[in-house]
């Protein structure tokens, strides 16, 4: 527990109804205090047991808890180096903030002119006398407003592991016990020796998710704000970093969990723009995942609820996900971030690799600002995302997508991919062959972009094994004739046409074969992979 202070005695300063945030904490001039004659006790620790204590609640945040004449809570407060045990109290259209004063010598808690030996006593005298927290405002306190849900105890949580570093203190799993049992949270702490400046984004940070309620963002839980350090409560989000499990996993990522994990991600940050924010910091390191793999938006350590703002500087910013009009005028809207989406994007598309690879920031920025360079897309990114990329990455602002489009764009790619239909083909046991949508085929490697326009748009109803045949027909006219793709393509198209497959599954909508993950083998494979079998793998 800080020690409190002892009183200054500069004249009151108020604060003007149009900056209510700004005004200081008033004190009184040395004058003579009526008190009681019981024992005085230390009450700045008893104090916080009272259900209208905030801890160390910013003004911020205090200011909209206090609607009605008359309603107030206590906290703490920096002044001076030291921390103040402070009351705010709403008077008209003001929120005013008074320090609760201890006298040196005769150890009484007091406002104006009457000391108490405790700040409850003393509180309970001005609620049952009526009288004002100084002459000069005449400001008067009625009912002490109780602690929000979202302002929790920290006996409530219990740490067990840390996860990591953040930019103030560390993360940890913890358990937190409510009326309903214990459920797993994840716990930002903040370091003790962090500055008030870095206090107050801390603070900035838990206000701005408190306002949030989407299924992918996360969401925060509550704030631990009684005593050192201050806790940011949040949903645990078991599946860690979309970074890391992307490298983790480069060697067994699907598309369809790579399009998934982009469009969650849109629908996240959609609703973000729509709520007004900023986010300046969107990077697959600050997207996390669930236990099921469900994306959500994190780290709002940046972000403002604002249509623009202009940073003085560009310290400890991530460059390579920065938009140019950010490099150069460092300017922040939007549809900056929206550039930093396509960053993303690229990022999910290139498997957790770093962006602009084996280049510097310095590299980064005079390319994309004198060249008008852009990043080369993944060559396993579907042409519609990779259309997408580009548009986050046009040079005029005005030319990139909203948020609300990207969403649209990337659900509808998603719904092609989901929409499929078999045709199961006659006089075969072979395995099933896929035919989707993509540029990478293991096993089958119609690859080359001209069969996009020999198949076309083929629709459900048009599954029949005669349209089949007829779109394989097409296909023989564009194959190459020539070069190293050519005899394994000749082959491919052979097992196709010879009906040595059991079933074909095709995207809805979608002309171009892909992923075709276990090739069928004609009848001749079959047998000499029988004889191979029986003379021990060596051919006869």
Sequence with gaps: MAKVAAPVAP???????????????????????????????????AIC??????????????????????????RKTDGDGCVLIALSVRSGDWVLHFAVNRHPTKNLYYFENHGKKSIRELIEWHISTGTPLSSESGAKIKRGIERPSWI?????????????????????????????????????????????????KFMKEARLMRKFQHKNVVKIIGLAVHENPILLVMEVCPGGALLSYLRRNKDNLSQETKLRFST??????????????????????????????????????????????????LDKVPIKWLAPETMQERIYNTKTDVWSYGVMLWEIYAHGKEPYPKMSNMQTRAKIIVQNYRMEIPKDTPSEVAKLIGECWARSPNDRPTFAK????????????????????????SQKCTLGKGKELIGFHFSWTSVVEAVGQMKLEDLTHENVQAMLKK?????????????????????????????IVLPVNVGILVDCNDAPRSTEEDKTQQELSRSGGVKP
């Design 49 to 74: 047991v009272a259900s209208f204590y905030y801890g160390m609640l910013p003004r911020r945040d205090i200011q909209p808890l206090l609607q009605k004449e008359g309603d107030f809570l206590v």
């Design 475 to 503: 296909i023989k006219q564009v194959m190459p004739s020539e070069g190293k793709e050519a005899k394994t393509a000749s082959r491919d198209y052979q097992l196709l046409d010879g009906k040595s497959f059991e079933s």
């Design 406 to 429: 990207i969403f649209e764009t990337l659900s509808a790619v998603k719904l092609t991919q989901d929409k499929t239909a078999t045709l199961v083909c006659p006089n075969t046991d």
């Design 11 to 45: 004249s009151p300063k108020l604060a003007s109804p149009a900056s209510p945030a700004s005004q200081p904490l008033p004190s009184p001039s040395s004058q003579t205090l009526s008190f009681d004659s019981e024992e005085v006790i230390d009450d700045a620790d």
């Design 264 to 313: 969650e991600g849109a629908a996240g940050l959609d609703y973000l723009a729509s709520q007004g924010l900023i986010h300046r910091d969107i990077a697959t390191r600050n997207c996390l995942l669930t236990a099921t793999q469900e994306l959500k938006i994190s780290d709002f350590g940046m972000s403002e609820q604002k249509k623009q703002i202009q940073d003085k500087k």
């Design 152 to 200: 929790l105890n920290h006996d409530s949580l219990q740490m067990r592991k840390k996860l990591g570093e953040g930019a103030f203190g560390e993360v940890f799993l913890a358990d937190y016990t409510t009326e309903k049992g214990e459920i797993k949270v994840a716990v930002k702490t903040m370091r003790n020796e962090v500055n008030r400046i870095d206090r107050l």
